[in-house]
Protein backbone atom coordinates (compact mmCIF):
# COMPACT_ATOMS: atom_id res chain seq x y z
CA UNK A 1 0.00 0.00 0.00
CA UNK A 2 1.23 3.45 -0.87
CA UNK A 3 -0.51 6.30 1.15
CA UNK A 4 -0.18 9.88 -0.47
CA UNK A 5 -1.68 13.34 1.30
CA UNK A 6 -1.17 16.49 -0.41
CA UNK A 7 -0.69 20.32 0.75
CA UNK A 8 -0.44 23.44 -0.87
CA UNK A 9 -3.32 23.91 -2.18
CA UNK A 10 -5.19 27.61 -1.32
CA UNK A 11 -6.78 30.68 -2.89
CA UNK A 12 -4.50 32.80 -5.19
CA UNK A 13 -5.22 35.48 -7.73
CA UNK A 14 -5.10 35.21 -11.53
CA UNK A 15 -1.17 35.29 -12.67
CA UNK A 16 -0.07 33.85 -9.26
CA UNK A 17 1.43 31.02 -8.48
CA UNK A 18 1.37 27.96 -5.41
CA UNK A 19 3.40 24.68 -5.09
CA UNK A 20 1.05 22.07 -4.63
CA UNK A 21 3.60 18.34 -2.68
CA UNK A 22 2.10 15.13 -2.57
CA UNK A 23 4.05 13.29 0.24
CA UNK A 24 3.48 9.59 -0.10
CA UNK A 25 4.48 6.69 2.64
CA UNK A 26 4.36 3.22 2.96
CA UNK A 27 6.09 1.09 0.05
CA UNK A 28 9.27 2.09 -2.12
CA UNK A 29 8.33 5.41 -2.92
CA UNK A 30 11.12 5.45 -6.41
CA UNK A 31 9.37 2.36 -7.18
CA UNK A 32 6.19 4.73 -8.46
CA UNK A 33 5.47 6.93 -11.19
CA UNK A 34 4.08 9.34 -10.05
CA UNK A 35 1.34 11.99 -11.54
CA UNK A 36 -1.73 14.98 -11.11
CA UNK A 37 -4.98 15.22 -11.72
CA UNK A 38 -7.79 17.87 -11.29
CA UNK A 39 -11.40 17.61 -10.70
CA UNK A 40 -13.23 21.01 -11.07
CA UNK A 41 -16.99 21.65 -10.08
CA UNK A 42 -19.61 19.73 -12.11
CA UNK A 43 -16.17 18.50 -14.90
CA UNK A 44 -14.81 14.85 -15.06
CA UNK A 45 -11.43 14.09 -13.81
CA UNK A 46 -8.85 15.58 -15.68
CA UNK A 47 -5.07 14.83 -16.44
CA UNK A 48 -3.00 17.15 -15.66
CA UNK A 49 1.10 16.04 -15.61
CA UNK A 50 3.43 12.99 -14.99
CA UNK A 51 6.79 11.98 -13.80
CA UNK A 52 8.73 8.34 -14.01
CA UNK A 53 9.97 6.96 -11.14
CA UNK A 54 13.79 8.56 -12.05
CA UNK A 55 12.42 11.70 -12.50
CA UNK A 56 14.37 11.86 -15.82
CA UNK A 57 11.40 12.30 -18.16
CA UNK A 58 7.66 14.52 -17.41
CA UNK A 59 4.91 14.63 -19.62
CA UNK A 60 2.37 17.56 -19.53
CA UNK A 61 -1.60 18.37 -20.52
CA UNK A 62 -1.46 21.18 -23.01
CA UNK A 63 -3.37 23.20 -20.92
CA UNK A 64 -0.67 23.35 -18.73
CA UNK A 65 2.38 23.17 -20.65
CA UNK A 66 4.58 25.95 -19.97
CA UNK A 67 3.10 27.04 -16.65
CA UNK A 68 3.34 23.83 -14.24
CA UNK A 69 6.09 22.31 -13.34
CA UNK A 70 6.12 18.81 -12.20
CA UNK A 71 9.41 17.43 -9.94
CA UNK A 72 10.29 14.46 -7.29
CA UNK A 73 12.67 14.43 -4.42
CA UNK A 74 13.01 10.69 -3.87
CA UNK A 75 15.22 11.18 -0.74
CA UNK A 76 11.51 13.34 0.75
CA UNK A 77 9.53 10.97 -0.47
CA UNK A 78 7.75 13.73 -2.34
CA UNK A 79 6.69 14.81 -5.61
CA UNK A 80 5.54 18.50 -6.08
CA UNK A 81 3.52 20.45 -8.76
CA UNK A 82 4.86 24.32 -9.47
CA UNK A 83 2.13 26.17 -10.94
CA UNK A 84 2.92 29.55 -12.31
CA UNK A 85 0.59 32.12 -14.39
CA UNK A 86 -2.74 30.82 -12.83
CA UNK A 87 -6.16 31.16 -14.53
CA UNK A 88 -9.27 31.21 -13.19
CA UNK A 89 -10.04 27.84 -15.01
CA UNK A 90 -7.33 26.10 -13.43
CA UNK A 91 -9.61 25.99 -10.05
CA UNK A 92 -10.19 22.70 -9.29
CA UNK A 93 -9.40 20.28 -6.13
CA UNK A 94 -6.06 18.51 -7.54
CA UNK A 95 -5.02 15.08 -6.39
CA UNK A 96 -1.73 12.94 -6.86
CA UNK A 97 -1.55 9.92 -8.39
CA UNK A 98 1.12 7.04 -7.87
CA UNK A 99 1.41 4.06 -9.58
CA UNK A 100 4.35 1.45 -10.87
CA UNK A 101 3.09 1.71 -14.32
CA UNK A 102 3.42 5.34 -15.85
CA UNK A 103 0.95 4.63 -18.17
CA UNK A 104 -1.50 3.60 -15.39
CA UNK A 105 -1.28 6.80 -14.34
CA UNK A 106 -1.34 8.87 -17.20
CA UNK A 107 -4.64 7.07 -18.20
CA UNK A 108 -5.96 7.82 -14.80
CA UNK A 109 -5.81 3.93 -14.08
CA UNK A 110 -3.33 4.45 -10.99
CA UNK A 111 -3.56 2.07 -8.13
CA UNK A 112 -2.87 5.17 -5.24
CA UNK A 113 -5.01 8.21 -5.01
CA UNK A 114 -4.43 11.13 -2.58
CA UNK A 115 -7.21 12.67 -0.98
CA UNK A 116 -7.17 15.84 -3.18
CA UNK A 117 -6.18 19.54 -2.36
CA UNK A 118 -8.45 23.22 -3.25
CA UNK A 119 -6.75 25.31 -5.84
CA UNK A 120 -9.31 27.87 -5.89
CA UNK A 121 -7.61 30.95 -8.66
CA UNK A 122 -9.88 34.32 -8.88
CA UNK A 123 -10.02 36.49 -11.40
Known amino acids: QVQLVESGGGLVQGGGSLRLSCAAS????????MGWFRQAPGKEREYVTAITWTGDNTYYADSVKGRFTISRDNAKNTVYLQMNSLKPEDTAVYYC????????????????WGQGTQVTVSS
Open 26 to 33: GRTFSNYA
Open 97 to 112: AADEILLSVMRGTADY
